[in-house]
């Protein structure tokens, strides 16, 4: 008897959805970023269709970064002190299909930067890339409510991706979305109950679920990714099994996770049995967005260039012709 | 000796230098409140020192505190040190319990249907053939033979020592008319008295017992009739040592002799309630002729001066689940001092007697479609029957449907809110309080309209937490979170506010969480859906005006069709009262013990999941709940 | 798919006797279904109710092993398809590819090399499994070659080769170490699956498709082999994804025999020693997380943490390593913005109550967390905030440790209020 190729049919799908609008939509982008869309499991082309590939965003953050690692330096240079710079040689450079702009600098235990200094740098950095945005506030619940309007306005018509909507703080980056006409990135800790229950929160506050991403708080390769992985998997079960409020494509933040790891850090003094530093980072981040890639993701938050060369490969090898 | 004086109930009682206050309390009948188990922690015992001196716990003075008014101590850290004059708090009175020994529905009807068949104990009265020449049969056995001729459907016989030396005596003193009393044993009879024969038309009673971990209530019987001739119940005096079991059994570890200051202390308690039943209907002691006892396997071992350390620890075994006959006289209880004393089987460490009494009252064993038995009591245990399967499990859901650890909480009790509604529009709240007096705090099926009420008017959201922004006055900030007053001073009466604080939403919250979850991940095991629930009985303290739709839109039972699902009042004690009639019910009931099989939750994968998704209302998968709408509020 | 419990069940005698050492039928059947127990452990289970079960309990993919003592490698018998189902089983094999055509310089630097691909990862020895020596044509080198595999690095072997001839010197050199050979094809089956058979060593089936696979895989059991791994032509990675997809697929849920069967896959990239050893440390690390069990309950190491910047006189709260308990804890303790001190003690992934109920959060478990941390040497006070749930252990806890404790709120909500009031006097 022959082998007949075991194909599913599932009865739901992904949703789309475009971050960042042209001029033609109200905005001042000059290109779009549109994922979503699969019907069936991560790059099974024979029996569904991926009709946008995932994306890489690269990550700027208004402050320089303190400890960074030598892997990473070599790659930024001095533009690590002026955001605009920053995200203009992640797009011109390297590449990213947009631009994960954190305000890390805003966060009261820290630099406290004011919500006009923080206008200042999302102003800049719009003007200085055409790719979409990411915009991620401090995660001190107190100062973002403060924040993120005062960003979501200045930036309104620019369709971008707000960051992020717990179960504890949902209710201003909800209105700001309503308001401003941005996404939201609904953001779980490694819970997918609780993904579900942030989203029908957002949701019953009039937010429209084809305008959230969904982000399960993760640690890079080695510190529970298999965690995140299976919730992924499960996520996009679900979405395929035809459950709407867990049908958002999916964000994963990678570089940053990856870059706190020991392994990406060490230097081949410290650690001679575990090969040269400056190509271990990027392979500890790439395989880690590689893992999330098989999750199920779509949107991967990227800090180094090589990593993101090498993943984006990955993507157009795993979604191109020749797959 | 010292004097105290407890206002403003004006009652005192004489007390030692040196007792601790709570247990002076206590003993005068006015219990305080104590969640912590006496550390001190909880505060719910604090009370005011109008007049005199107090001690501290540890020796030297008592730690006072300045209040307006005076100065307040807490009775669980005091000792008596001398005359005083102490005023209790409304707020911090442990309530007075209405006997929780109601059944309700099905259960209740099967009780009444039961009738006596094989009564525990028995008492006949029999002309005995006396000895002739040519006829020299032991004593014994014409006894025997009497008695077989008089019941056929009595086993094997045999006699007791006592009964034996006091045979002979008394047979030739009775003029070979006597009254016989028998056990109908595990697996055969027992004379167990001999006595001349008495008036017949004198009754003897059984006493069916639950044990709970808060209070204990038990049934009167009439062994002749089987109707129930008066019921009881009493705080179990064992709160003093900590609210719960596992508090309990530690206590017990920590203090010498704690076992047995245990087994005391709940002995006390049982003796109250017997004393209390027999006055009820004017009985000596000696006609309370058999007991049978129902409670959690912690409960059981206490009562019987077992050490409980096994079942707190991994994997949480009990010392006994199955357990001979005993008599009243060796466990210290004030009844007929050789009264067989039959102590339903348990499962498991955490599923106790109560629950196999709970699926011999409801029928579950019998089920051949899917039947669900769930008792929301301390710990929340859930049986799920079908086909001859029998699942169970505890899902630990914790007392804050029995009113502990919530700030207004309280029992089922003359005063407690039983029943609410909230109204937007009016911004008013309507209540229905327990005996229609000035409410005092809220009860379980209260708790349980509280959470549909806020629920359904938008003022918490499906995470069931408060919205700042709804417009009330009711919704304010207290100790930096939110809270919901049901009633401002005044109001309907109240002598205090009452309100439900964000915190102990989450307590309530938690607590249907896991008795949801508990049902689902047994139903998940036996490959089941929900839907095929033919019956879900729910057991246990809430109070008799539970609205199952409330319960089904909190999320907490499943999406069932109301005419489904029953409240069924306390199970345990059915089931022990059904074994003080029917020996088929004493046999099934050991039969049920042995075919459970019990579930531990807390290392069964998908339970911590599935709670957590219960954490909504009603729950996160929202297309298990389609009668459940609620149009969100933007 | 697997058999449930409810089905065993239904075929067992339902007495609960307890012969078997369950408590009843039911939790017998639930073991079985979870295979901690088999079948035959209930002495009383009829010939009937075996037969009926027997079907259906064959494990669909075999377990085939490659290599001999405490190296070898444990492949298949894989239940699910993804790991959230329940768990994988075995992980899969790592191999690093060496080229008999080498010379023995070259071939001395590169086993050298492959010993050093080990590391230590919680505790414990990870690195690559297997060592692939592939034929240029020279049978004898590859024997040669083959055996010096063996004896310098260890590890078990896979015998790559075209024919037969090419393989059967090496295979007589190292037979006792039971390698893998590679690999028979529709043009060499019947000899490849003799050589496999003489030597008892498991062989690789190759053909372009799973359908093809499904030809040769009955030709080489007839032939009197039965440990096979499989592979196909797919080069590109999404054509690999589709046959290994189908081949899993098709084992599990079509039940298909023919192919079930452990797999292998053939990556030649360019790959300078260095990367190698980055590439190994990602890919053992990133198997590791694959294949740990799901259903252990999400734990955190227990440790001291740190939440702001806490000095000598911050707060020191104490809770258990559940994931979900911790992370609730450590939120509150954000918002609060009180930098704290948390002790995370090693509860086994259970929540405060659990773990306090079965004593792994006692007064013990606490003062030697707190000893262990390092806390002492961090603040300058000594009070401790224990839970609000376990309030019943602060006198103990107090004489354990010596540090003054307080009680928390039982909620973790109620945190904030209680840092922002807290001193540490």
């Not at chain 1, 915009?135 to 992020?164: H, T």
């Not at chain 2, 550390?39 to 501290?56: F, H, I, M, P």
């Not at chain 2, 002309?127 to 020299?136: E, F, L, R, T, V």
Request: with cysteine; aromatic share 4%; net charge negative.
């Amino acid at each position: 008897m022959a082998f007949e190729m075991p194909t599913e049919r599932w009865s739901g799908k992904l949703n789309t959805v475009t971050i960042g609008a042209t001029s033609a939509q109200g905005g001042t982008r000059t290109s779009t970023v549109t994922v979503g869309g699969e019907t069936t499991l991560p790059f099974l082309k024979f029996e569904g269709e991926t009709p946008n590939p995932p994306v890489v965003a690269m990550e700027v953050l208004d402050m320089p970064l303190t400890d960074v690692p030598p892997g990473l330096a070599a790659a930024y240079g001095d533009v690590v002190g002026d955001p605009a710079a920053w995200a203009k040689k992640c797009v011109d450079e390297y590449a990213a299909d947009m631009i994960c702009l954190r305000f890390a600098g805003a966060n009261p235990e820290g630099a406290d930067k004011s919500p006009e200094e923080c206008r200042a740098v999302l102003q800049a950095v719009l003007q200085a890339v055409g790719v979409p945005l990411v915009i991620w506030g401090c995660g001190n619940f107190e100062k973002d409510n403060n924040l993120i309007p005062v960003l979501s306005q200045a930036a309104a018509g620019e369709r971008c991706l707000l960051g992020s909507a717990v179960q504890d703080n949902y209710k201003t980056i909800a209105a700001c979305s309503l308001a401003d006409g941005h996404l939201v990135i609904s953001e779980a800790p490694l819970d997918i109950q609780i993904q579900k229950q942030v989203n029908i929160l957002l949701t019953d506050m009039g937010v429209s679920s084809e305008n959230i991403i969904m982000y399960q708080t993760t640690g890079g390769l080695g510190y529970g990714v298999e965690y995140a992985y299976s919730i992924m998997e499960r996520t996009r079960l679900a979405a395929l099994s035809g459950d709407k409020m867990m049908s958002m494509p999916m964000i994963a933040v990678v570089g940053s996770e990856c870059w706190k790891t020991k392994e990406a850090r060490l230097s081949e003094e410290v650690a001679p049995e575990w090969g040269e530093a400056a190509v271990r980072g990027p392979i500890w981040e790439a395989t880690t967005a590689n893992l999330f890639l098989h999750g199920g993701t779509d949107i991967l938050v990227m800090w180094h260039p090589q990593a993101v060369a090498q993943v984006k490969e990955t993507i157009a090898q795993l979604t191109g012709e020749g797959a | 000796m010292a004097s105290i004086t407890f206002r403003p109930d004006n009652l005192t009682v004489t007390a030692n230098d040196g007792e601790l206050l709570a247990v002076v309390a206590a003993r005068a009948g006015l219990a305080l409140r104590s969640d912590c188990g006496g550390q001190g922690a909880c505060r719910k015992c604090a009370v005011r020192l109008a007049s005199g001196e107090l001690g501290g716990k540890e020796g030297g003075a008592a730690e006072t505190r300045a209040v307006e008014g005076g100065v307040e101590v807490l009775a669980c850290q005091t000792t008596i040190a001398g005359d005083a004059v102490i005023t209790i708090p409304e707020a911090n009175r442990a309530a007075d319990l209405t006997p929780l020994a109601k059944t309700l529905g099905h259960v209740a009807e099967t009780l009444a249907g039961q009738g006596v068949r094989e009564p525990l104990a028995a008492r006949r009265c029999l002309a005995i053939k006396p000895p002739a020449k040519g006829d020299s049969i032991a004593d014994v056995d014409r006894i025997f033979d009497a008695l077989r001729a008089a019941d056929p459907r009595l086993r094997q016989l045999s006699a007791d020592l006592p009964t034996l030396r006091a045979l002979p005596t008394v047979l030739r003193q009775s003029d070979w008319s006597i009254c016989t009393t028998i056990v109908d044993g595990l697996s055969a009879s027992q004379l167990a008295n001999v006595a001349s024969a008495c008036d017949i038309d004198r009754p003897v009673f059984g006493l069916a017992i639950d044990v709970g971990t808060s209070t204990i209530a038990a049934s009167l019987v009439n062994l002749g009739t089987g109707r129930t001739v008066a019921t009881g119940g009493k705080r179990n005096g064992q709160i003093r040592y900590g609210d719960d079991v596992i508090s309990r059994i530690i206590w017990t570890e920590e203090h010498e002799n704690g076992v047995e200051t245990m087994r005391r202390t709940v002995v006390e308690t049982l003796n109250e309630v017997i004393e209390e039943a027999r006055r009820a209907v004017s009985l000596a002691p000696d006609d309370i002729i058999a007991l049978t006892v129902a409670g959690n396997s912690t409960m059981m071992n206490f009562l019987l001066g077992i050490p409980s350390g096994p079942i707190r620890r991994d994997p949480h075994t009990p010392p006994a689940s199955w357990l001979p006959l005993f008599t009243a006289g060796e466990l210290g209880l004030n009844v007929w001092s050789r009264a067989p004393v039959m102590c339903l089987p348990t499962v498991s460490g955490f599923v106790g007697a109560d629950i196999t009494a709970g699926v011999l009252a409801t029928g579950l064993a019998e089920a051949r479609e899917l039947v669900v038995l769930v008792d929301v009591g301390t710990n929340g245990e859930i049986v799920v029957g079908m086909d001859g399967m029998l699942v169970c499990a505890s899902c630990s859901a914790g007392p804050a449907f029995e009113g502990v650890g919530i700030e207004c909480g309280m029992h089922g009790a003359p005063g407690a809110i039983e029943g609410v509604a909230y109204d937007p529009a009016t911004d008013e709240v309507t209540l229905e309080v327990i005996g229609h007096q000035r409410p005092q705090g809220v009860c379980g099926t209260g708790f349980i309209d509280i959470l549909a009420s806020l629920f359904e008017a938008g003022v918490v959201d499906r995470g069931a937490r408060f919205s700042e922004d709804f417009e009330t006055e009711r919704l304010r900030l207290r100790e930096h979170e939110l809270e919901f007053v049901l009633a401002f001073a005044g109001e309907h009466g109240a002598a205090r506010d009452l309100a439900i604080s964000q915190s102990d939403i989450e307590n309530l919250i938690r607590s249907k969480a896991a008795v949801h979850a508990g049902i689902s991940t047994l139903l998940c095991k036996l490959h089941l859906e929900p839907e095929m629930i033919r019956r879900l009985y729910l057991a246990g303290a809430f109070g008799s005006h539970l609205d199952v739709r409330k319960a089904v839109q909190i999320g907490m039972l499943p999406d069932l069709p109301v005419e489904r699902v029953e409240y069924v009042g306390n199970t345990s004690l059915a089931g022990a009262q059904l074994c003080l009639v029917s020996r088929e019910a004493r046999e099934k009931v050991r039969a049920i013990a042995a075919a459970m099989t019990y579930i531990e939750l807390s290392v069964e994968p998908g339970f911590m999941e599935e709670y957590v998704g219960s954490m909504f209302l009603p729950h996160t998968q929202t297309e298990r709940f389609p009668s459940v709408v609620r149009t969100p509020t933007v | 798919m697997a058999l449930t419990a409810v089905d065993i069940f239904k075929h067992l005698p339902k007495t609960n006797c307890r012969d078997c050492g369950v408590p009843t039928c039911l939790a017998f059947a639930m073991k079985v279904a979870q295979k901690q127990a088999s079948l035959e452990d209930c002495p009383h289970v009829t010939e009937e109710a075996k037969a009926a079960l027997a079907g259906e309990s064959a494990p669909p993919i075999r377990l085939v092993t490659v290599g001999t003592g405490d190296k070898k490698l444990d492949l298949g018998q894989e239940t699910v398809l993804f790991r959230h189902e329940n768990t994988f089983l075995r992980p899969c094999g790592l191999a690093v590819l060496l080229d008999a055509g080498l010379d023995d310089a070259a071939v001395g630097e590169k086993l050298a090399y492959f010993k050093t691909l080990r590391f230590e990862r919680v505790g414990l020895q990870f690195g690559i499994n297997l060592v692939a020596v592939r034929s240029t044509g020279d049978a004898d080198r590859l024997a040669a070659v083959a055996k010096r595999a063996a004896d310098e690095v260890g590890l078990p072997l896979i015998l790559m080769g075209g024919s037969a001839s090419e393989l059967s010197a090496a295979v007589a050199a190292v037979k006792d170490t039971r390698p893998l050979l590679y690999a028979a094809t529709a043009d060499n089956l019947a000899e490849m699956v003799a050589l496999a058979k003489e030597n008892a060593c498991p062989l690789v089936v190759k053909a372009a498709d799973p359908a093809a696979l499904c030809e040769l895989t009955p030709k080489a059991v007839e032939g009197g082999v039965q440990d096979l791994l499989l592979t196909t032509e797919a080069a590109s990675a999404g054509a690999i994804l589709q046959h290994q997809t189908a081949i899993r697929r098709g084992a599990l849920t079509k039940k298909e025999r023919r192919l079930g069967y452990p797999t292998l896959v053939v990556i030649e990239e360019e790959d300078p020693l260095q990367a190698a050893t980055n590439a190994s440390l990602a890919l053992v690390t990133a198997r590791l997380n694959i294949y740990t069990d799901p259903q252990k309950p999400i734990q955190i190491e227990a440790k001291l943490y740190e939440v702001g910047e806490p000095a000598e006189q911050s707060p020191v709260l104490v809770t258990t390593n559940f994931s979900l308990t911790y992370f609730t804890v450590e939120s509150d303790v954000s918002a609060s913005k009180v930098p704290t001190w948390i002790v995370v003690v090693d509860t086994e992934g259970t929540s405060v109550l659990t773990a306090w109920a079965s004593e792994k959060f006692s007064a013990e478990t606490i003062a030697a967390a707190v000893k262990a941390c390092g806390v002492e040497d961090k603040v300058s006070h000594r009070k401790l905030m224990l839970p609000g749930g376990v309030a019943v252990l602060r006198g103990k806890v107090e004489d354990e440790t010596g540090w003054q404790v307080e009680i928390g709120p039982r909620e973790s909500s109620g945190i904030p209020s209680v840092l922002r009031s807290w001193t540490p006097n």
